[in-house]
Structure formats: C-alpha cells, structure tokens
C-alpha cells in the first residue's frame, strides 16, 4: 500500500510530464490575474475559494472554503479527519503560523504499537482505528478565520455544502487511487462505502452525508465537531472499532498559533513552518547549506548541482530524525541546527569527488543538547495577504476508516511518530527520542508550507503534498524560480529528485533525466532510486510578478488547477 503511486498513476504522470516538458515553449507562464488568485488540487475547490473572495472575503475566507471544498472533492488528502499547518503574511507585512496538527489521544502510550517483544506490530499505526490521532482541521479553518476571517462562516460553507450536494465529477487519477484502495478500505470498514471501484472518471459522486455534517458545523460552529452530535456520533463510532479516541480528547483539542520559521537566501527572506513541522528547520538548513555554491553557474540539475543539492538535504534530514519533535515536549536546539556557523561545519567533508557517507553523517553534534498522501493550496486575496497551507490525512484515505452517518475518512497520523526510535515510518523516515508517542503530544510532520518575500514584497506563496519528499520539493521549486528565472508553471512542472539520508539513495522521477547525467552520478558512487517516488511532489504555487499581476502555477502531477481574477 506504501507505493500506491508507483502502483496505479506512474505511467499517467509520465504521459503528462513528457507532454508537458515538450510543451513547455507554448506554456511558459501559467494563469495569471490581477486581483487574486486560488491554486489548490481540484478545480471546484479553487473555484470555490475565488468565489467568496469575490464576495468581499479575503484568504483566511478563502481557506475554509477551500479546505472543506478538498475535503469533499479530494477524499484521498482532503478532510475534515486530518489536520495541517497554515503560514500567512497579512498585507502589513507581519508574518505567522497556525498548527492544526493532530494530536495523540490520552490513552496513547510510547510502546502502544510494539508487541511483547519490542517489535512493530505490523499496520497498527497505519491502518484501522488504532492509527488514527485527534483530529485538527476543523479547529484550525475556525481558528484562523475567527481571528483574520471577514465573512460568517454559514456563508463560507454554503457553496461547499451544495457541492457535497450535487456532487462533483470523478478525474481519471481519482479512479485509478480509489480502485486500488478499494480491497483494503472494504476490509478495514467490512462492507462496500461511498468510495468504491465501480466509480469511474466521469462519473458523478454525491456525499449527501458529508453536506448534512458540514451543515451542522456552518450552524453549530467549531464545537460541534469537537463536543456536540457529530463528535457523539464519532467517538460511537470509532469505539466501536476498538479506537481508544474519547469525547475527552476531542474537547481538549486547540489549534495553536506559533512562530514561524523565518530566514534569508540572498535576497529573499522565506518564512516557512515551525515544529511540530520539520519543513521550515530543515528548509532553513538546507538552503543556508547551498548559499555558498554558485548554483546558478553550476547549472540546472547538472551532476555538481545534483551533488550540493543532495548532500546537504542528507545532512538536514539526520538532524531532522534525532532533534525534533513537537515543542511542547521537547527542546530542541532550533537556533543552533540553523546557525551558520553549525551549517558550515555540517557541509564542511562535501566533495565533489565521492557522496559523503550516511554512516559518516549521523546527526551533527551539539553540546547540552509526513505523507505522499497530503495536499498543498496557496492563496493571495485582493487586499494583499498571503497564506500557504498544507493538510492531510498522512497515507492515502488516512486510516482507511470511513464513518457512513459524517461522510469522511479519519486520519493515520499517529505513524509519523517513531513507534521504536531507529525504525523507518511509513515514509522510510527514521525517529528518534525526541517524537516518541505521548498522550496529547502532536507527531513530527514534514509539511512546508511556505511564504516568500523579496526586497521586503510578497514574492511567492508555495507548497506541496509528498510525504518526505515535501521540504526537498519545496525548495527545489524556489531555487528554479530564483536562481534559473523559471516561471511559477514551469517552476512546479521541472523534473526533481530527493535525498532524505535513510535509505542511502537519490529519488529521481523516471525518464525525467538524462541518462548520462545518471550515469555519472552512479560512477561517483551514488545509488539512483527511479521507481521508490515516481512523481516527487505536486507543487502548488503563486508568484508575484514584477508588474504586480499573479501568477498562479499548478502541478500538472495532480489534477490542480489555478483560478484567479
């Protein structure tokens, strides 16, 4: 189930890419407009959150109904049973962050997935009721729209409602993810649900309970998630599935609001998210790592850019797996893991003549000391604020747990927790100490939500689903925007790869690079990956152009769509 995408769409993808690259000479920039602009991974969802722009909201606005808009017409990663993170720039230029990441439950213990043996029990952190954490998303839209939000959120929901409604169309990449989840989702739920492979690309989907429980939300508000009927009829449910999630737990969840992560490149200064995210720490190292090369002189994914590239997302992802976790737990050294001077030293036995062993990087030494399965939408309104934000349900349909009376799958967060410290997640990433299970305690994500501004201006709002490869695709996509004056499109589109220090390997996407430059890379002694991540990535994002227009860049991995006015 880990390979899903290898599995069922890979071949899709390639089609798109290969005609996209060939293309690219006739589609060098992607939608652009004036006012406002809404990118996100289906088209009713983008075209919803332009809607209530257009009604006087603004991007807090936007983000509900585009969040819940995903949570009906994109169940694989959209929800209401996840959780994510939000970074914003009001028009002000003041900055923040919003953690609405899921959170383990009371009765959650350090050893609840080992048996008396000390060994990973097989699945249960990734499948049924026992993987799932306390839900965020819906505290988290609340959150950020009571505080900046200008519309009534009954308002917000009522063309999500209706789309729940009278249903959306099924793409060709959801028929393909549905069919090969449908054996395990009807093992997990014991009978045929809502999503099931007699749908086919064309086909109309309706989920009249999900608008029922949306419409219960838009007249009850947050609470009734968290405390009235619908969290009833959740915690019924998921007891009766064996859950240890109680209406305890869900009374006591809060989104929190935190600081971001915020550093310079050059001229931009990139402010991204903070822990429990590991994005904007291992953005800020990456990133201070490679300042130094003349990126630009080395050329776009030749062997020596590879290289720098590579070596230094090795060196971050080692820190990342020892370090951090989430901040109410856990102090982490975040000022020093983002120092020059450490960065310095981190990169200091890079050569170009051989990789640097994983062995040899470990974690760096400091004294006293997520999920391909996500998605990503920016926004920029008309009053000129910015947000980035990344929601998920961690693996594909979550827990594969679907509740008939809410319409909606619950989440399988609690996997990105190091079940045994030193063992590989779902997504191969190793934990350690420092995100060890622990009641109410949130897991460690790699989500990158990301702002950029430049000369002191919004420059770019960007982001991307793609478990462990998120940081690594982020930041590739603001490299192609800075340093080889790509546009936003085809920023998003370009072929990237991905290193993440465990397993020793360099992800590529298939047939997207040339074979000598593969070549010379396995001669240098590094081991090429083109099957594990055959698409690495779907980069949503906004650039602001010089003449003030938006430019909305949506990845043609996905089924995304940008709409602006």
């Not at 893991?337 to 030494?365: C, H, Q, W």
């Not at 929601?391 to 349909?397: A, H, I, K, P, S």
């Not at 109410?440 to 689903?465: D, F, Q």
Request: glycine content about 8%; aromatic content about 8%.
């Amino acid at each position: 189930m880990k390979h899903f995408l290898s599995f069922c769409i890979a071949a899709l993808c390639l089609v798109n890419c290969k005609s996209n690259v060939e293309s690219k000479e006739q589609n060098l920039r992607g939608v652009t407009s004036k006012n406002a602009m809404v990118v996100s991974a289906r088209e009713e969802a983008s075209k919803i959150g332009v809607e209530i722009l257009k009604q006087g909201g603004n991007a807090f606005d936007a983000m509900m109904a585009t969040e819940m808009a995903l949570a009906v017409t994109y169940p694989y990663a959209g929800n209401l049973g996840g959780g994510g993170f939000l970074v914003y720039r009001l028009a002000d230029g003041s900055k923040g962050a919003l953690d609405y990441r899921e959170k383990a439950p009371l009765a959650a213990t350090k050893n609840m997935y080992l048996d008396d043996d000390e060994n990973i029990i097989p699945n249960k952190s990734t499948v049924g009721s026992m993987a799932i954490g306390i839900p965020g998303t819906i505290a988290g839209v609340f959150e950020a729209q009571k505080r900046f939000g200008k519309l009534e959120p009954s308002i917000i929901l009522k063309p999500v409602i209706e789309l729940a409604q009278n249903g959306y169309v099924i793409t060709e990449k959801q028929e393909l993810r549905i069919a090969h989840y449908d054996s395990l989702i009807r093992a997990v739920n014991g009978k045929e649900i809502l999503y099931n492979n007699k749908l086919k690309s064309g086909d109309t989907i309706k989920n009249s309970a999900l608008a029922e429980t949306l419409q219960r939300i838009a007249d009850n508000g947050r609470d009734e998630f968290y405390k009235g009927k619908i969290a009833e009829i959740l915690v019924k449910r998921l007891q009766a599935r064996g859950s240890i999630i109680t209406m305890e737990d869900l009374a006591k969840y809060e989104a929190k609001w935190r600081d971001p992560i915020s550093f310079q490149y050059d001229d931009l200064t990139i402010t991204s998210m903070s822990p429990p995210s590991s994005g904007g720490v291992c953005l800020n190292q990456i990133m201070t790592m490679v300042e130094p090369f003349d990126l630009k002189e080395l050329g776009h994914n030749s062997v020596k850019y590879t290289q720098v590239l590579v070596e230094a997302e090795k060196r971050s992802y080692a820190d990342r797996s020892h370090y951090l976790g989430d901040p109410d737990f856990v102090d982490m050294p975040i000022d020093t893991l983002t120092s020059k001077r450490y960065l310095s030293k981190r990169m200091a036995n890079f050569s170009f003549e051989k990789p640097t062993p994983v062995d040899s990087i470990a974690r760096g030494k400091i004294t006293g000391y997520e999920s391909d399965q996500t998605t990503h939408y920016s926004i920029v309104d008309q009053f000129g604020n910015a947000i980035a934000v990344t929601t998920t349900l961690n693996g594909g349909y979550g827990s594969k747990v679907y509740i008939d009376e809410l319409g909606f799958f619950l989440n399988n967060e609690m996997d990105d927790f190091s079940s045994k410290p030193g063992e590989p997640n779902y997504y191969g990433l190793i934990g350690a100490e420092a995100n060890s299970i622990a009641p109410e305690k949130r897991m460690l994500s790699a989500m990158t939500p990301t702002i950029v501004e430049k000369n002191g201006e919004l420059y770019m709002s960007v982001g991307t689903p793609g478990g462990s490869t998120i940081i690594t695709s982020v930041f590739q996509t603001i490299l192609n925007v800075h340093e080889f004056e790509m546009t936003m499109q085809q920023a998003v589109e370009a072929p990237r790869f991905h290193n993440q220090w465990l397993p020793d390997e360099i992800r590529m996407e298939p047939n997207r690079f040339s074979r000598s430059l593969i070549k010379e890379l396995q001669e240098l002694g590094y081991t090429i990956n083109e099957t594990k991540s055959p698409i690495i990535g779907i980069v949503d994002g906004i650039l602001v152009l010089d003449n003030g227009m938006l430019e909305g860049g949506a990845d043609p991995r996905g089924d995304d769509i940008a709409v602006g006015f």
